[in-house]
């Protein structure tokens, strides 16, 4: 009997062992399939055989070598001579490289405030009871080219949906978005309308009442100065997501609030101070959140808290007030991923990223593929890989960058577009601000549509802000050639003699040109007839 358990034992340590090594080995046999991808130019040919199986010549070392020599990325704006390290240093020089290549340039900032600009006008025009307010990434300067802005509507609304359907009737009839990209999901929890804009190609999301997002803006403002590596860190791992698509609420994502939130956490807790500094390496620090959120961090019992300095609790201690743990319908209160809401009391921000097991498998994954680069770049036989190692983890795709610079262009052209509209609607103004004559023409052939020079109308052009100060001006300088017509007429008559009545109404002064100005304001100064040079 005790032989017949022996022997159930080890067969049982046996069976256990297989297991764990099974599963140690499909671990590794994943983590090599994804060092595998994209390295298809990588692969080493037969001389005879391709990969369809057809017979190709051969060639020579020369032309293989220059198939195997690494491209240079799209963020890289310095010589093509440079090549970036595969240690800790050149990842840190990459990553800075990729912040100055991916953040908003001044263009696309000016192209995204015309479209903020242009989407206020709008709603004062179908919803005038409404403000439109703008928060999330736009407000932060945190956005990637790819990302929307984020507008919500604040005021007495009882049905949101019938608002939004009526937005929906007016941009695409004042054509700032067409049919086929207008969206209006009536029915979420949160209802939002879905656009992207007609010329520009820039996203929009537009919600009703929704003003928690608002105080956050300043909130993330204060980090940003406090940590200046964070946009670094932040523009990363966005470009991280989304090269994975995993960046989207809506399909069970990490939101950037919520990504925000876990890279404030990883800098206030991170054990050296001198990660907080701005000298820090990006590279390790890149390293260490991956290592942090993909294999170290205990997902099923902590929550990520960042007021109050920031630390770690418990899930049950985040959730104990909160009836209990449950919803109404007996759901669990808490995800995967559990971040308190630093400015909502009870709100976690990580309840709607139900795909946070693929996030972190993501994490995890881009943490051993950082090590094994860094561990074969230090073997003299292995041959200089084909990636740079900020590519071995992100990929900024062909259709992104071409859309990028596709939305500048257009944006130069209607930019044009719009300055010459304006300068053909508002002349320019004279040196001498009193002669606006041809200012009042055209205005008032502009409200009558009379043709001009060139024979063309204006009567359909709408007028630009700022007429109201060139009819004022217009207003004054009439009023200036009255009272210097006047005064004119007043020195005329004082030097021919024909005010003999005692009193001179101009002086000496007055009767200097260059104090004309003054003249309306004349001073009667009673004279004596005898010594009057009109009685002589």
Request: some cysteine.
């Amino acid at each position: 009997m005790s032989v017949l358990k022996t022997a159930q034992g080890i067969e049982k340590l046996q069976l256990d062992s297989n297991l764990n090594s099974s599963l140690s080995n499909s671990v590794q046999t994943t983590v090599e399939e994804e060092l595998t991808i994209n390295k298809v130019s990588m692969k080493k040919l037969t001389p005879g055989k391709a990969d369809d199986g057809s017979v190709s010549p051969p060639h020579g070392g020369k032309k293989r070598r220059e198939e195997e020599h690494p491209s240079t990325p799209i963020w890289q704006t310095k010589l093509e001579s440079y090549t970036y390290g595969y240690d800790m240093i050149g990842l840190h020089k990459e990553t800075v490289d990729f912040f100055d290549y991916i953040k908003p340039t001044m263009e696309e900032a000016e192209m995204r405030k015309y479209v903020v600009d242009s989407l206020r006008h709008i709603i004062n025009q179908i919803l005038p009871s409404m403000k439109m307010e703008v928060f999330g990434s736009y407000r932060t300067d945190l956005y990637l080219p790819t990302s929307d802005i984020d507008v919500v509507l604040l005021g007495e609304c009882l049905s949101p949906a019938q608002k939004l359907h009526m937005l929906r009737e007016g941009l695409i009839t004042r054509g700032i978005a067409k049919d086929d990209t207008v969206r209006v999901l009536d029915r979420a929890v949160v209802p939002i309308i879905k656009f992207t804009h007609r010329i520009l190609g820039v996203k929009v999301d537009i919600s009703i009442n929704q003003d928690k997002g608002l105080a956050c803006v300043n909130y993330i403002k204060g980090f940003l100065t406090k940590f200046p590596n964070l946009p670094k860190l932040i523009f990363v791992i966005k470009q991280f997501l989304v090269s994975r698509e995993l960046n989207e609420v809506w399909h069970g994502g990490l939101s950037s609030y919520a990504l925000i939130a876990m890279c404030i956490s990883f800098l206030q807790l991170h054990a050296d101070p001198a990660a907080r500094n701005p000298e820090s390496n990006l590279g390790v620090l890149l390293q260490e959140f991956f290592e942090l959120y993909g294999i170290n961090f205990n997902y099923e019992r902590t929550c990520i808290r960042i007021k109050d300095g920031g630390r770690y609790i418990p899930k049950s201690e985040f959730t104990s007030a909160l009836d209990n743990g449950q919803y109404g319908h007996g759901q669990p209160l808490y995800s995967l991923l559990t971040i308190e809401d630093p400015l909502t009391e009870g709100n976690d921000l990580g309840r709607s990223s139900y795909a946070m097991h693929r996030v972190r498998e993501a994490f995890q994954i881009a943490y051993r593929r950082l090590m094994s680069r860094q561990k074969t770049s230090k073997t003299a036989s292995v041959p200089s890989p084909v990636e740079t190692m900020l590519e071995m983890v992100l990929k900024v795709p062909d259709d992104m960058h071409k859309n990028r610079l596709s939305c500048l262009d257009c944006w130069r052209k209607y930019r044009g577009e719009i300055n010459r509209s304006r300068a053909r609607i508002m002349p320019s103004m004279p040196s001498n601000p009193t002669n606006l004559r041809h200012v009042a023409s055209h205005i008032k052939e502009s409200a009558r549509g009379e043709p001009k020079r060139n024979g063309t109308t204006d009567n359909k052009r709408p007028l630009e802000y700022g007429h109201g100060d060139l009819r004022n001006l217009i207003e004054e300088s009439k009023n200036n050639r009255k009272s210097r017509n006047s005064s004119e007429k007043v020195r005329q008559n004082a030097a021919y003699g024909k005010n003999r009545g005692g009193t001179a109404t101009v002086s000496r002064a007055n009767s200097n040109p260059s104090n004309r100005k003054f003249t309306a304001a004349t001073i009667d100064i009673p004279m004596d007839r005898k010594n009057s040079s009109s009685s002589r």
